[in-house]
């Protein structure tokens, strides 16, 4: 589904992604562990096409098509959802019809009618329920006011909505305390199927004692340096990432 091949990216004048491989198959959760600043999260906006990162060389496909080439909303439309480490706060727009906007803009894409009100109604209700996410904090901006926790629970309704076909989460379980890693980690798990492929980014093994991924990837410098299964996060955690070269 996802396939990354020799991915160099900078930006202004420093390279940050150096020639990064990582190859994830529907169906599959691959988890990305690694130090500080090693590009975790620069590898999320190149993929999600944030300005302000220029791609030098490689490649970037979801389902063969040419990610790098599509704008961001063309990217959002393809099926790819980034669930960011920093939720922005949009002050303004009510979270329920940000919500509305971004399905239906993602429907507009792929050809399909919009929602109805009384179908996206019963939707929201269904997933920010089972979320904890209150008809408040529906009603309120998005993510205005919202305590750290529930932003990230926030961009996980999000993901719930648009049902994405490659979901990425870039440290979803920093700043949360152990219930609230649970309903991520629930919200996340309920979205497992063989059709969707998920990257979790994280520093911490913790949150993958919830989200079980079936490969485990270490990012050292900008590249990918290590692979393996689940125990390689229990590894990780115990060794730190002095054997990389970086304190944790
Ligand atoms: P991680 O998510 O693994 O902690 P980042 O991708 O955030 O790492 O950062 C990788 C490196 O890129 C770091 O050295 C960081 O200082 C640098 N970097 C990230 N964003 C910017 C930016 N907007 N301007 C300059 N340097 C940046
Ligand atoms: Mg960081
Ligand atoms: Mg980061």
Not at 207 to 214: A, C, G, M, Y
Request: hydrophobic share 40%; aromatic share 4%; proline share 3%.
């Amino acid at each position: 589904m996802l396939d990354i091949r020799n991915l160099h990216a900078r930006i202004d004048d420093r390279e940050i992604l150096k020639g990064l491989d990582l190859t994830i198959n529907a169906g599959e959760v691959h988890a990305i562990m690694g130090p500080n600043g090693s590009g975790k999260s620069t590898l999320s906006y190149v993929l999600a096409g944030k300005d302000d990162y220029e791609v030098t060389d490689g490649t970037a496909t979801l389902d063969g098509e040419d990610l790098l080439a599509m704008e961001p909303d063309a990217r959002a439309a393809a099926g790819l959802f980034l669930a960011f480490q920093y939720p922005i706060e949009i002050p303004g727009v009510a979270n329920m019809t940000f919500l509305r906007t971004a399905l239906n803009a993602q429907r507009k894409a792929r050809g399909e009618a919009e929602i109805s009100t009384p179908d996206f109604l019963r939707l929201v209700k269904d997933k920010a329920g089972a979320l904890g996410i209150s008809q408040e904090m529906l009603r309120r901006g998005v993510n205005v006011g919202f305590s750290g926790g529930e932003k990230k629970r926030n961009e996980i309704l999000q993901m719930s909505i648009l049902e994405p076909k490659l979901c990425i989460l870039d440290e979803t379980d920093s700043g949360l305390d152990i219930d609230a890693l649970k309903v991520v980690a629930q919200g996340v798990n309920a979205l497992r199927s063989p059709k969707r492929a998920m990257l979790v980014i994280t520093h911490y093994q913790r949150l993958l004692d919830h989200i079980v991924p079936d490969v485990v990837h270490v990012m050292h410098q900008g590249r990918i340096v290590r692979s393996g299964g689940k125990e390689l996060a229990l590894e990780l955690e115990a060794s730190g990432y002095a054997a990389y070269g970086d304190a944790a």
